[in-house]
């Protein structure tokens, strides 16, 4: 078999089960928390999420195209330090999620906060090895650790649901054994299949890898705010009535862009990544963003006509709110999978500039909406601020992806 098709097919295993059992985990869990609660616990998790962007230095951008071709002495070099950079800012990214749980939250979220945050020190340093696995185009073994993951936290969703438990402390900690599970499990694909992770470092090497991963790590961070900065100011400007509605569909929609980041990454390393060829590259990235868009409008009116019984089944009449709100959101994954696609060739001409100017001015117009129209239109102004984050993303991609299109000399200089 291709190994673009099977990979395409081990990773539509994984988030295929990632749909259908996450989506029962969470179930689950809204229907045990109620509405403010699953709001509250949703908020943590993005809270935590736009934390651990700190903890991204050294990411798949600069890890994945050099592992393409890499020897597997500069492979164990280049995993072995970007696994000991990255558990260091993972530390600091805990250390600073604390500072702000301190600072603006009460004592009952600060526990919370404190507690769900632990997951940043498992998550980033071992998905090292992810990025191996993606550059190799062989998620299998990722893909059978998630799906045993998943098994497992429903399991611990549903003994928790029957069991009448309707304490967030619980479910805090359904999340923290995920982490734990993923981590040890990433350790060992590794380990078996060469000779481990031995923390070993240079120092001059991993100030090397901060010079490269630097502009990436700025942009990461732009962008895992940008995309969680409506939950955290929907909270601080609005109930949590609204905060728990908006999360539900949010959560449903979540479900749908995920396949963007399924599909760019089978298809970036073979069609993007490695092609010599920078019209080519362009080329293939327009192929794929264009193909992208139109299976976005696809999903998007298939799941504007299912999402009410769908949200209903899922949550339960508390969250009847939610369906009108995820009715409007839904036509942003056309914008989504668009700007996910067309970022490809910037990462790969190392355009990490543009990345962050384009995450930057994203976030700053989206912040600006979320201030302006969420005191006056509560769950619904977070969807306009959250539409207009990414509608301008997307319009900024599309302008450096014309701006960046070779010329027809760059191709000969690189075949001279």
């Known amino acids: 078999m291709n190994p673009v098709i099977r990979n395409i097919f081990w990773l539509l ?4 089960s990632r749909i259908i059992l996450s989506t029962l985990s969470v179930s689950l869990m809204a229907r045990a928390l109620g509405v403010e609660q699953y709001g509250l616990l949703q908020y943590t998790l993005g809270l935590v999420a736009a934390f651990s962007s700190i903890s991204f230095i050294c990411g798949a951008e600069v890890l994945v195209p050099p592992l393409v071709t890499a020897t597997p002495a ?32 009460d004592r009952s979220n600060f526990l919370l906060i404190t507690l769900m945050g632990i997951t940043i020190l498992l998550t980033e340093s ?31 969703a549903a003994i928790l649901y029957y069991s009448g438990v309707q304490n967030i402390y619980f479910y805090a900690l359904f999340y923290l054994l995920d982490s734990v599970i993923v981590a040890v499990g990433l350790f060992f694909i590794y380990k078996n299949k060469n000779e481990g992770i031995h923390f070993q470092h240079d120092l001059k090497y991993i100030v090397d890898l901060i010079k490269k991963g630097l502009p990436f790590w700025a942009a990461l961070i732009l962008m895992n705010i940008q995309a969680r900065i409506d939950i955290i100011m929907l909270k601080h400007y609005s109930d949590r009535y609204n905060l728990g509605i908006y999360s539900a569909a949010l959560q449903l929609l979540n479900l749908i862009t995920i396949l963007a980041s399924i599909i ?47 949200l209903h089944l899922l949550f339960g009449e508390k969250f009847n709110g939610s369906a009108p709100l995820f009715n409007k959101m839904i036509w942003t994954v056309c914008l ?81």
């Open 13 to 16: 295993a994984e988030h295929g």
């Open 74 to 105: 500069e492979r164990k070099r280049l995993l072995d330090n970007a696994f000991v950079l990255r558990q260091a800012a993972s530390i600091v990214a805990y250390i600073c999620l604390l500072l702000f749980a301190w600072a603006a939250e």
């Open 126 to 156: 071992f998905a090292v090895v992810t990025a191996w696995l993606q550059s190799q185009t062989d998620m299998k073994p990722r893909a059978v650790l998630s799906i045993f993951s998943l098994t497992f936290r429903l399991a611990i």
């Open 264 to 310: 760019n990454t089978s298809l970036a390393p073979r069609y993007v990544y490695e092609q010599d060829d920078k019209k080519k590259a362009h080329k293939n990235t327009g192929a794929i963003s264009m193909a992208m868009f139109l299976l976005a409008i696809l999903l998007a009116l298939i799941a504007r006509i299912l999402s009410t019984p769908v």
């Open 336 to 416: 989504i999978f668009l700007d996910s696609s067309l970022s490809l060739y910037l990462i790969r001409e190392n355009k990490s500039k543009s990345i962050i100017v384009k995450y930057f001015l994203s976030l700053a117009v989206s912040c600006s909406a979320h201030f302006y129209f969420i005191p006056i239109y509560q769950a619904d102004g977070a969807i306009l601020g959250y539409a207009t984050g990414w509608l301008s993303a997307c319009l900024i991609s599309i302008y450096f992806f014309v701006k960046n299109k070779p010329e027809a000399s760059d191709t000969c200089n690189l075949i001279k």
